[in-house]
Nanobody, 124 residues
Framework: QVQLVESGGGLVQAGGSLRLSCAASGRTISTNAMGWFRQAPGNEREIVASITGTGAGTYYHNSVKGRFTISRDNAKNTVYLQMNSLKPEDTALYYC?????????????????WGQGTQVTVSS
């Protein structure tokens, strides 16, 4: 069993930056791919970014490429999402998730454990 706790969300103006953190406990996540998802009101939960267990491989949704960076520190059992040049359309509840495999995936069904989410609001 893995527990995931997100932090770092908040209110920011368009063009600003935020760094989200996802701290895992219960067991090591060093062999697990991790993902960040988001869900805005009325929308489905969608992938934002994913990272392999080693951190060597990443995947990004087209809408965040060049603006967001996913990374991980396996010694700290933590995953990060650096968000730059934020836009109002990035406003959503952001979730961290862990999957059993070590390869990235954009499919939320591949993820076994989820955090409670952290709210990101970008004002125009």
């Amino acid at each position: 069993q893995v527990q995931l706790v997100e932090s770092g969300g908040g209110l920011v103006q368009a063009g600003g930056s935020l760094r989200l953190s996802c701290a895992a406990s219960g067991r090591t996540i060093s062999t697990n791919a991790m993902g960040w998802f988001r869900q805005a009101p009325g929308n489905e939960r969608e992938i934002v970014a994913s990272i392999t267990g080693t951190g060597a491989g990443t995947y990004y949704h087209n809408s965040v490429k060049g603006r967001f960076t996913i990374s991980r520190d396996n010694a700290k059992n933590t995953v990060y999402l650096q968000m730059n040049s934020l836009k109002p359309e990035d406003t959503a509840l952001y979730y961290c998730a862990s999957r059993y495999g070590s390869w990235t995936s954009a499919n939320r069904a591949d993820y076994a454990y989820w955090g409670q989410g952290t709210q990101v609001t970008v004002s125009s």
